[in-house]
């Protein structure tokens, strides 16, 4: 989402303040098992596409594959994981494809004024975090005049919107949401879900398709207008992650996509890479008389409607434990036993950083200068981290070490501090060395 544009006696104390985040992940990647190579090596399906991977980047994913993969001479049985396939989960949004494809939905919804008045005309039932500066400015610029809300024609309304959803602030400079937990909640992703409100997933697929064939079809680099500015217009598959997602199916992996945008739009776009709607995981609406609501549906130990979890940092984590290896309760948001785990994941941004940590084999990174992901990466203290620029318009070298030992880690309550490792200990500031030219 634009907003995506947006862990000695001291580190003992705080190792304890932190210690539900320091257990999980030193359970993460203290249980994983040594793995050997089976007699399939070298007989999987391959990977086809070279150019734009780092390094020996494509080699470790190819013996990953060979190793794992249930091809070859028949495969391995999956004696180590119970006869279950391999799992490898990819967040969606600039890791397999370029670009936001929340945004491109939002930004066709309001080209097209397909936004609803919100119930009673009161825009704090959008979103229970949305603040009273927001809802106020929200109102003031988008007032009920019929069933949607004429976005398309009225610029005012459009930008306060997109300004909202993008920037989490108001065109006044107010912010926009406040009170939740900022390890498994982003407000700003989630209201992009919560403002499909009366419409049925049929119905948004539709728009998301829409908005994909349009994204699809600008060039590259093309921007669009929406109120009175202008926003990310175009939109590219990866090539390189087509290719990967292709082989590791037919090496007898389970793909599964985990996406902070909403489940109905990842399922439109991960269809075009063989990724079917059982294997989509996105952020997902209560519904109720065949029409979506402004409700989330929960994970774990948050019931359906408290809207406080979505698929963001630690919500990840909680709904691949639920939804693909059928964790129940509050169990799902912890890290489970490395048999029921997945054996590769991919991802770009600071959101992926829990579900990425729980891969048990490998963890593909793509370099968007994101703070924690890149400290974690960097350190890469098990040696299976691979950083990869991005395919398309990679990032340059960041001037600067990212700030691992001070304000690369965000807590709970939103505050900065530092990157730690499963012991507690620190990570250093870490010098970007994996980026375009």
Same mark, same amino acid.
């Given at each position: ?212 064939? #349009? ?8 921007? #669009? ?110 890290? #489970? ?92 500031? #870490? ?7």
């Amino acid at each position: 989402m634009n907003l995506k544009r947006r862990c000695a006696a001291a580190a003992a104390v705080l190792a304890v303040a932190t210690t539900g985040l320091i257990t999980v992940q030193a359970t993460a990647e203290a249980t994983q098992p040594p793995r050997t190579a089976r007699s399939t090596a070298g007989k999987c399906p391959t990977l086809t596409v070279s150019p734009g991977w780092y390094g020996d980047n494509r080699a470790r994913l190819q013996k990953m594959i060979d190793t794992y993969g249930r091809c070859g001479d028949g495969g391995h049985k999956g004696a180590d994981r119970g006869g279950a396939k391999p799992v490898a989960t990819f967040d969606w949004d600039n890791t397999v494809i370029k670009n936001d494809v929340g945004d491109a939905t939002m930004f066709w919804l309001l080209r097209n004024s397909k936004i609803r008045t919100p119930k009673n005309a009161d825009w704090h039932t959008t979103s229970r975090y949305l603040t009273d500066p927001a809802a106020k400015a929200l109102a003031k610029a988008c007032p009920a005049t019929g069933a949607t809300l004429p976005t398309r024609r009225d610029t005012g309304c459009a930008d306060e919107i997109a300004a909202v959803y993008s920037e989490g602030a108001t065109t006044g400079g107010n912010a926009a949401f406040a009170g939740y937990d900022h390890r498994r909640m982003e407000p700003q992703y989630a209201w992009l879900a919560q403002l499909t409100r009366g419409w049925s997933t049929h119905q948004v697929k539709d728009f998301a398709a829409a908005a994909r064939k #349009q994204n699809l079809a600008a060039p590259v680099g093309t921007e #669009q207008r929406v109120g009175t500015g202008d926003f990310t217009g175009w939109a590219r598959y990866y090539d390189q992650q087509r290719d990967l997602i292709r082989t590791l199916k037919k090496a007898g992996f389970d793909v599964y996509v985990v996406s902070a945008s909403p489940e109905p739009v990842a399922e439109v776009w991960a269809k075009s890479v063989g990724v079917d709607a059982r294997h989509t995981i996105g952020i997902r609406n209560v519904t109720a008389h065949g029409k979506l609501t402004a409700r989330l549906a929960g994970c774990g130990s948050v019931k359906d409607g408290d809207d406080s979890m979505i698929t963001y940092i630690d919500g990840k984590r909680c709904w691949i434990n639920q939804e693909i290896y059928g964790v129940k309760g509050a169990a799902a948001e912890k890290v #489970q036993p490395a048999h029921r785990r997945q054996v590769f994941a991919a991802g770009d941004s600071d959101t992926d950083i829990s579900f990425l940590r729980d891969a048990t084999a490998l963890r593909l990174v793509l370099n968007r200068n994101k703070n924690e992901l890149m400290c974690r990466a960097y350190d890469n203290g098990d040696g299976r981290w691979l950083v990869n620029p991005m395919f398309i318009e990679p990032k340059g070298k960041l001037a600067k070490p990212y700030p691992c030992a001070s304000t690369g880690y965000t807590e709970r309550d939103g505050e900065a501090g530092p990157v730690r490792r499963a012991d507690g200990s620190v990570i250093p500031d #870490q010098k970007d060395t994996v980026h375009g030219s």
